[in-house]
Structures are given as structure tokens and as C-alpha cells.
């Protein structure tokens, strides 16, 4: 299994977060925290693969009680600058096994990262992980993109996502395995001729919607909604990505 510890390692902690901006911005975070919020109903909620916060801390301050489940020490640790362990819980463990207790009404997993569970077996058992945290009715949540194999041309291994001044990011995808590793290049667009760059690299198995309501089904769930946006923008089959809601039976 790779390593998810040395991947999320102390440099990428401290680079995480981006206060106001990107994945930060209250364009994004407001209507994800409003959108938790409600389907926490009122229940205590638990984020799998927690990272520094940028959901929770928010979702907290908006009155739901929150725990969190994160395999990165670096990023617990970078949690922790911003809020102590009896206001926001965190265990230190694997989402596909580790248990954070249970009565949930809320279990999400955002921003991709049950693709960071590099085999169907582990995406599985995360499934049923979240069944395990949650009172009878409660709903798991998961953000994930939509697998984009129309943009790779005939015999192509990879795709360029984004290319600007400073930075390339190129996914390589192995399609018979399901895997798609992220290579993020960064380099001083200042510099010309500098063989000077940067290179991290994330691995993930991707999933399609159709396999990931047949995981939630294994773990005796079924799927309630299906979004394109946490705003409720209607999932159509030109989304890039989901939100989708699973729920136990009552
Ligand atoms: C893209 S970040 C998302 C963090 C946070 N959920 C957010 O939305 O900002 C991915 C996180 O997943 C964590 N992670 C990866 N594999 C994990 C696993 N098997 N169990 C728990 N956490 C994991 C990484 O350490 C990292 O903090």
C-alpha cells in the first residue's frame, strides 16, 4: 500500500491550506458547510480523512459537533495549530478501518479522497466504515470527480489539466488498473532554460458513479441524490463532478 503518511508529509501540511482562496474560498466553503449542516440534522457529524480542517472548522462553527478521522500525522498536526481536541476530535487512523465511535447522523468524504484508497477492497470497506458510524437513517456524503477518459486520445497515456506560467499538472492514467497519478510541476517561469522544478506526485483509483452507488449498496446504502455542485446544480452526464448523498434505512 502506498504510504498516504509520507505523501501528506510535513511540506505538504504547511502548504495546505489557502486561506480565502481556492478550495478555501467561501464560494466553495459556504455551500458545502450549508449543505453538511443540513443533512447533520441537528446529529453530531464525523469527516473521514479530516486533513487540516478546511471543512470542519467551518461545519463546527456553524453549531454541529464534529470529530474526524486523518491518517497524516503532519496534518493533524497542522489541524491542531487552529483548534484544540475538545472542540474538534480527531482520530489518528485509516478511514477504511479506524473508528471515530458511532450514533453519527453525518459521515462525509470530500474533495476526492476516496480515490486516495488505492484498491476497490479498501473503497469498499470505507463504505462500510461509514455505515458503522451512523445511527439507523444517517447519510454519508461524498464529493468525487467524474472520470474524464473521453479527454485521453486512442494509445495516450495522459492528459495536461493545467498549464500556466509556473505550473503543470499531467495525469498519467493506467486504465486497465482504474489508476490516475496527478504529477504537480512547479517551476520559476522567470528563469528561462532553468532545469530547476519541482515534482509531487498523487496516486488515486478512480471511480465511476454507477461502481460507487454499487460500493454504497454492499455497505446497505442507498443513494438519495446525486448533484453536480454543493449548491444543488443538477448532475447531468457533461458533469465533471458529484456530490452524492447515501443513506441508511430508517
Ligand atoms: C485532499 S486532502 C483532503 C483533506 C480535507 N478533507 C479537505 O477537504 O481539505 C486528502 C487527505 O486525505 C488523507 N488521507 C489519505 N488517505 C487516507 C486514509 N486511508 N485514511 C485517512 N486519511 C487519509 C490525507 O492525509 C489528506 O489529509
Redesign the pocket.
Known amino acids: 500500500m502506498i504510504d ?2 509520507r ?2 508529509d510535513a511540506a505538504a501540511a504547511r502548504s ?1 491550506d489557502t486561506p480565502g482562496e481556492g ?1 478555501f474560498s467561501d464560494a466553495v466553503l459556504k455551500p458545502t458547510v450549508r449543505t453538511l449542516a443540513r443533512l447533520a440534522a441537528g446529529g453530531r457529524a464525523v ?6 480542517g ?2 470542519a472548522i467551518p461545519l463546527a462553527g456553524a453549531g454541529v459537533e464534529v470529530h474526524g ?4 500525522t503532519a ?1 493533524i498536526e497542522r489541524l491542531r495549530e487552529k483548534v484544540g481536541p475538545e472542540r474538534l476530535p480527531v482520530v489518528a ?4 478501518t ?1 473508528s471515530a465511535g458511532e450514533g453519527f447522523s453525518l459521515t462525509y468524504l ?4 476516496i480515490a ?2 488505492l484498491s476497490q477492497d479498501e473503497q469498499v470497506e470505507c463504505f462500510r466504515n461509514a455505515a458503522r458510524h451512523l445511527a439507523p437513517g444517517g447519510c454519508f456524503v461524498i464529493e468525487l470527480w467524474v472520470p474524464q477518459l473521453r479527454a485521453l486520445a486512442p494509445g495516450r497515456g495522459g492528459t495536461v489539466e493545467v498549464s500556466e506560467p509556473g505550473y503543470l499538472l499531467v495525469d498519467t492514467v493506467d486504465t486497465l488498473r482504474q489508476h490516475l497519478v496527478s504529477h504537480h510541476v512547479r517551476f520559476d517561469p522567470n528563469v528561462t532554460g532553468s532545469r530547476e522544478a519541482s515534482i509531487a506526485r498523487t496516486p488515486h483509483r478512480y471511480i465511476w458513479p454507477s461502481e460507487l452507488d454499487l460500493m454504497a449498496r454492499l455497505a446497505g446504502f442507498t443513494l438519495e441524490s446525486r448533484w453536480a455542485d454543493w449548491s444543488g446544480a443538477e448532475f447531468t452526464g457533461e458533469s465533471a463532478s458529484h456530490v452524492s448523498v447515501y443513506r441508511l434505512p430508517g
Open positions: 498516504q503518511n505523501l501528506w495546505y478550495m469527516e473521514f480523512a479530516i486533513g487540516t478546511r471543512v478521522i486523518e491518517l497524516s496534518m487512523g485509516d478511514m477504511a479506524a470530500v474533495f476526492n479522497t486516495n484508497l
